[in-house]
């Protein structure tokens, strides 16, 4: 499957962005999803997942309550929506697509990054 990232953006601290992952290829409804960012001289983070069907979702700890992923099989998408964005959340936000539990096993399908930009 491939995945396409988009959305990131310049926002101010307390904004809000929404993130959108678009998939082609082999059916996306078939894997799980999730979110990673890496910040600058950072190693990547996992930040969020929700398994295939959209019931089950998990989230790190710092974006709990802040952050909502959700995804529309039929259209083949996933989001991630981005609330009371601060300064830390600065990063590349990668999409990814595997297994449940996403944050226990390495993706096998990666999107490119899209730069997210939370300014003090």
């Known amino acids: 499957v491939q995945l396409q990232a988009f959305g990131g953006g310049l926002v101010q601290a307390g904004g809000s962005l929404r993130l959108s992952c678009a998939a082609s290829?082999?059916?996306?409804?078939?894997?799980?999803m999730g979110w990673f960012r890496q910040a600058p001289g950072e190693e990547r983070e996992f930040v969020c997942a929700?398994?295939?069907?959209?019931?089950?979702?998990d989230y790190a700890d710092s974006v709990k309550g802040r952050f909502t992923i959700s995804r529309d099989n039929a259209k083949n998408t996933g989001y991630l929506q981005m609330n009371s964005l601060k300064p830390e959340d600065t990063a590349v936000y990668y999409c990814?697509?595997?297994?449940?539990?996403?944050?226990?096993?390495?993706?096998?399908?990666w999107g490119q990054g899209t730069l997210v930009t939370v300014s003090s």
């Open positions: 290829g082999r059916t996306f409804s078939r894997y799980a």
């Open positions: 929700i398994n295939r069907s959209g019931g089950s979702t």
């Open positions: 990814a697509a595997g297994f449940w539990p996403v944050d226990k096993q390495i993706p096998g399908y």
